[in-house]
């Protein structure tokens, strides 16, 4: 167990919706990230966000959408859901330290999206 | 563009055999190297990481992985393989501390 928690594990939903998938990251841990796995196109990351401010972004769609809220869990918001969009969605945190080296990335379980 | 490779799509071996996954990565500059695992229905775990100093990094259950800077490599290896060491493996590059750039994964399958 990484520490780091995710849900919902899975998510059924139609295409043109909208879904939030939450991330709890690992206690201390000040940055969280999300990732993307699907069959196609591998892993691939789609945005940083520590202590609540936005730190990288990488492929994540406009129609994607994500932050980091105070208590610093992090919700990923998918809309206008397409049928490409169905995928493993991977949270992960980390700790960086005061001159923003990131260290380990420590995996959630995933969500497991398909849109119908 | 950064990217990592790993040219070992699907490895299949007997058990007792020895692993070698092949990971490159491109660009020149100061990296940080990952190796994760994904056992099959569960989610991504650390095998092992480099940031710095000894090349020849030892991770969990018996991987290792040796950084070989001249050839921006990172192979991943095992001694003796066991029937639960059938995985999918990514290797990762950390670039600049910015961004994680995964490979697109090996999957192993060991028979007994």
């Known amino acids: 167990d990484s520490g780091v928690t995710q849900t919902p594990k899975h998510l059924i939903t139609a295409t043109g919706q909208r879904v939030t998938l939450r991330c709890s990251p690992r206690s201390g841990d000040l940055s969280v990230y999300w990732y993307q796995q699907s069959l196609d196109q591998g892993l691939q990351f789609l945005i940083q966000?520590?202590?609540?401010?936005?730190?990288a972004k990488g492929n994540i769609l406009e129609r994607f959408s994500a932050q980091q809220f105070p208590d610093l869990h992090s919700e990923l918001n998918l809309s206008s859901l397409e049928l490409g969009d169905s995928a493993l969605y991977f949270c992960a945190s980390s700790v960086e330290d005061s001159n923003h080296i990131t260290d380990t990335q420590y995996f959630g379980p995933g969500t497991r999206l398909t849109v119908l | 563009a950064q990217s990592v490779s790993q040219h070992n799509h699907h490895v299949i071996l007997s058990e007792a055999a020895s692993l070698e996954l092949g990971c490159n990565y491109s660009?020149?500059?100061?990296?940080?190297l990952f190796w994760y695992v994904q056992y099959p229905g569960q989610h991504l775990q650390l095998l092992l990481k480099y940031f710095s100093g000894d090349p020849l990094v030892k991770g969990i259950k018996g991987f290792e992985a040796e950084f070989i800077k001249s050839k921006f490599s990172f192979n991943l290896r095992k001694p003796s393989v066991q029937w639960s060491d059938t995985a999918e493996y990514f290797c990762?590059?950390?670039?600049?501390?910015?961004?994680?750039?995964f490979g697109t994964g090996t999957r192993l399958q060991v028979f007994p």
């Open positions: 990762a590059v950390l670039y600049n501390t910015d961004k994680l750039i």
């Open positions: 660009y020149g500059g100061t990296v940080n």
């Open positions: 966000y520590y202590n609540g401010e936005e730190r």
